[in-house]
């Protein structure tokens, strides 16, 4: 399996598409937001009133801001993956001390057992 860091986008509309890391990394940062509800035209729920109900503007100022986090979100993600994956890529390892990887007996012979390695086996993780 090769390590991708994928990529996330968001449309018009708020939906967001795309996967791997990036979109692990994009539905993490989005459960922690306290994104407000909508307000709807006509509302005098708070911050509006019967003096100043919610109109179409505010509907629209409102859908934007949302759109914008998510998209800031998107590119956040996006960003972070790509990071990590290139970092794990040249960095990460795996120590080896086991049967796992081991030295097949010389000569081939099916019945006998992998040998351990003689010490510690560093491999990396690409």
């Known amino acids: 399996m090769t390590m991708t860091a994928g990529t996330v986008t968001v449309a018009s509309d708020g939906t967001a598409s795309g996967g791997d890391l990036a979109r692990a990394l994009y539905d993490a940062d989005v459960a ?34 949302r759109l914008r986090a998510l998209q800031e979100a998107a590119r956040r993600a996006n960003a972070y993956a790509s990071a990590l994956v290139t970092y794990l890529k040249a960095n990460a390892r795996a120590r080896v001390t086991s049967e796992s990887l081991g030295r097949t007996p010389s000569p081939n012979d099916p019945n006998t057992g992998i040998q351990p390695p003689v010490s510690p086996v560093d491999i990396p993780l690409v």
């Open 32 to 65: 922690t937001m306290t994104l407000p509800d909508l307000p709807v035209v006509g509302s005098t729920a708070a911050p509006y009133t019967a003096a100043r109900p919610a109109t179409q503007d505010d509907v629209d100022l409102a859908q934007a801001g």
